[in-house]
């Protein structure tokens, strides 16, 4: 089954670090742009960070300076490194791709299920 899985959210205190990762399925065969996005509750998602194929990111204004996004395209795995982290930054990150599968089925979009990031004292 296609899956993007998010992990390593969850409590830290204001000035703290936190670095998500999102891991593709081993049904997805190559994957184009991913990105994060957040949701703040009662608030619209947006966009966080998009990195290319060829591995070049680009980041939202509010994050630029403390997040750091990468990936690595052997494992298949996305990484958000958040530093300096503010209150600001608690939301559920989502993890989102661009892909085709061993099936050759091309997805475009694709949502992971979330991780919840709180940013708290």
């Known amino acids: 089954q296609v899956q993007l899985v998010e992990s390593g959210g969850g409590l830290v205190q204001p000035g703290g670090s936190l670095r998500l990762s999102c891991e593709a399925s081993r049904d997805i065969f190559s994957i184009s742009a991913m990105r994060w996005y957040r949701q703040a509750p009662g608030k619209q998602r947006e966009t966080v960070a998009v990195?290319?194929?060829?591995?070049?990111?680009n980041y939202a204004d509010s994050v630029k300076g403390r997040f750091t996004m990468s990936r690595d395209n052997a494992k298949k795995t996305a990484y958000l490194q958040m530093n300096s982290l503010k209150p600001e930054d608690t939301a559920v990150y989502y993890c989102?791709?661009?892909?085709?599968?061993?099936?050759?089925?091309?997805?475009?979009?694709?949502w992971g299920q979330g991780t919840q990031v709180t940013v708290s004292s």
């Open positions: 990195i290319t194929s060829d591995g070049s990111p």
């Open positions: 989102n791709a661009d892909f085709v599968t061993i099936y050759r089925r091309t997805f475009l979009h694709y």
